[in-house]
């Protein structure tokens, strides 16, 4: 299989250009090539969103976009955020604070196993940048959430604790108004 | 082991009528028929009791709403008799007199026979009454006059002419039927001219309906595309083949009406499809890369990015996943339109009989641009479509704008 270069910007460090396979698969590239392994590989065919990272789109919105049924070449030139770039570490690289996000799911046992937690944390990230943008009605609240994180599988069925503590997350930053 | 003389009874019962052979008593058949012709497709709303109407039907004359035609006597047709539904799904005439609008495709059921008519009325008089009113179908000026439907069905209430079955085959004859007939495959499949009838001429070569093409069945279009009898009559009861999975209008079409299809009537479809002496199948070999066009070898990496996760590098697809694009007979119409509209819109999550289901695929008017897009369409459909035409970007913004302007 032929390889062309592919640059992009991987949690907010340039990646210099590389010659990577024309039909390597996203997650194959974050696993072997740039060992981030926090990604999970589930279904293998785009259904259980555990392998999701966050593209950083130039108008300044997110999306989460499945790396098992995406080519490594479709990011060329574009800014991805996996689950290694949310929390902040030190100068060691060692985590010092996680994002609020992830403290919360921690704080309420949201997940179990944790395979589709890297999933369920991108896409509840991607949920808060986008109330950033435009809170979100109380009333519509539970709406807002299950359309964001209902697409991800769970299969110890941890639902509840999951969109129970993203309300949490929301309503603590501040992103749910009255309504 | 069931005794020969039943054996034969049963065969000559299948070949003369060729409905199940359970299908014993009036209501039974009538209940086939009715699958046969397709009720429910119009007369079910989405996630609404059977037949009691309420799907809206665009048109370019407005929307029109499909009716409640289970025996509710306030809200249904409780109240009919058997010549009265006759004239209904002949004649397209109400029972209270007045025209029904030539959405109720009356205009191929014309030649539905008084035994039928008179089985699928025998059925429906058995489905659950829904005691509740569909919307009520109102069209602009001049199109909310009935009566002027009147001067349309003399014009062309008699539908499109048969092909004369003359010399044909008992399997070619109750393929007409179906096909035809019961099926109704013309309403879409045969282009409408400017009233909206079906243009004679022009019999089963394809229309462009909600923004797809109702691709044609003409016998040799169809074996250019890839099919033979064996393929077109298990794609229609299993709803896919190697061809491809049914999508769009044909999904309900296959979850509602062919499924049910016994396999003499499938066969009998494809017999007069594809005609008694079937054009030999169109096989085609996949293109190397290096003969593509500029474009569509640029297409090739759009491929990679987004859609052989699913459909597999060389394009043999995924089984109960993704169909796979090798063989595949959309790739294989001259008109893209289909291929552009599945790639930005995407396709819901399918089930087809018993366990066998296609997941669904996402759309990616977002994620490609125009560009990208015509380089994509290239690639896929002079690899495995059999077509050397390049597609510019021109082609397919002029595609785009006219599924905008629908």
Not at chain 1, 20 to 49: A, V
Not at chain 2, 235 to 252: I, T
Not at chain 2, 294 to 302: K, N
């Amino acid at each position: 299989m032929a390889s062309r270069s592919l640059q992009l910007t991987l949690n907010g460090k340039s990646v210099d250009p590389a010659d990577i396979p024309d039909d390597l698969l996203m997650i194959d590239y974050l696993h072997e090539y740039k060992n981030l392994t926090g990604s999970r590989l589930g279904c293998g065919q785009g259904i259980c969103h555990a392998c999701v990272v966050i593209v950083d789109n130039p108008d300044g919105t997110s999306e989460e976009v499945r790396t098992c049924i995406t080519g490594a070449h479709y990011f060329a030139g574009k800014r991805v955020r996996t689950i290694e770039g949310h929390a902040i570490r030190d100068e060691e690289g060692k985590v010092s604070q996680l994002n609020p996000i992830q403290q919360r799911f921690v704080d309420e046992f949201a997940f179990q196993c944790s395979y589709c937690a890297p999933g369920f944390v991108n896409a509840a990230t991607v949920l808060v940048e986008k109330l950033q943008r435009q809170p979100v009605a109380k009333s519509q609240l539970e709406k807002v959430v299950e359309d964001s994180l209902g697409h991800h599988i769970c299969r110890c069925t941890g639902y509840v604790r999951y969109f129970s503590a993203t309300r949490n997350v929301l309503t603590e930053l501040g992103l749910v108004r009255e309504g | 082991m069931k005794h020969p003389l039943l054996r034969t009874a049963m065969a000559v019962g299948l070949a003369a009528s060729g409905v199940f052979a359970h299908a014993e008593t009036q209501v039974e058949r009538g209940e086939y028929l009715t699958r046969a012709a397709d009720c429910m497709a119009c007369h079910t709303a989405k996630g609404g009791a059977p037949y009691a109407g309420g799907l809206p039907i665009d048109s370019p004359f407005g929307t029109i709403y499909g009716t409640n035609i289970t025996p509710s006597k306030d809200h249904g047709i409780g109240l009919y008799n058997d010549d009265e539904f006759f004239a209904a799904l002949n004649e397209g005439i109400r029972r209270d007199g007045a025209n029904l609008y030539p959405a109720m495709p009356y205009t191929s059921y014309h030649r539905v026979t008084r035994e039928d008519s008179d089985a699928i009325h025998a059925y429906l008089k058995t489905v659950e009454p829904i005691e509740r009113a569909a919307p009520e179908t109102s069209l602009g000026f001049p199109f909310n006059v009935r009566m002027g439907i009147t001067a349309w069905n003399l014009l062309y209430g008699d539908g499109v002419p048969l092909e004369s079955a003359e010399g044909k085959s008992e399997a070619w004859q109750r393929g007409q039927y179906l096909v035809d007939v019961l099926g109704h495959c013309g309403e879409c499949h045969t282009p409408r001219g400017m009233t909206g009838a079906m243009q004679p001429d022009k019999r089963m070569m394809g229309a462009v309906l909600g923004g797809y093409l109702a691709p044609s069945l003409l016998a040799n279009d169809l074996a250019e595309r890839g099919w033979n009898q064996d393929d077109l009559s298990s794609f229609l009861k299993l709803g896919m083949s190697d061809q491809g999975a049914m999508f769009n209008e044909m999904y309900p079409v296959f979850h509602n009406s062919t499924q049910y299809l016994a396999d003499p009537d499938l066969n009998a479809i494809a017999t007069f499809l594809l005609g008694e002496q079937p054009p030999e199948a169109k096989v085609l070999t996949e293109v190397a890369l290096d003969e593509l066009s500029t474009s569509a070898q640029r297409g090739r990496q759009q491929y990679l990015n987004v859609c052989a996760g699913c459909h597999a590098v060389s394009g043999e697809g995924k089984p109960h996943i993704a169909v796979a694009m090798r063989g595949n007979t959309t790739l294989r119409l001259d008109d893209p339109r289909n291929l552009l509209r599945v790639i930005e819109d995407g396709i819901d999550e399918q089930q087809f009989t018993g366990f066998e289901r296609m997941q669904p695929m996402p759309g990616f008017a977002d994620k490609l641009d125009q560009q990208e897009l015509t380089d994509l369409l290239n690639y896929l459909r002079q690899t495995w479509g059999g077509t050397d035409s390049d597609l510019a970007l021109a082609d397919v913004q002029a595609l785009q704008q006219e599924a905008g302007s629908e």
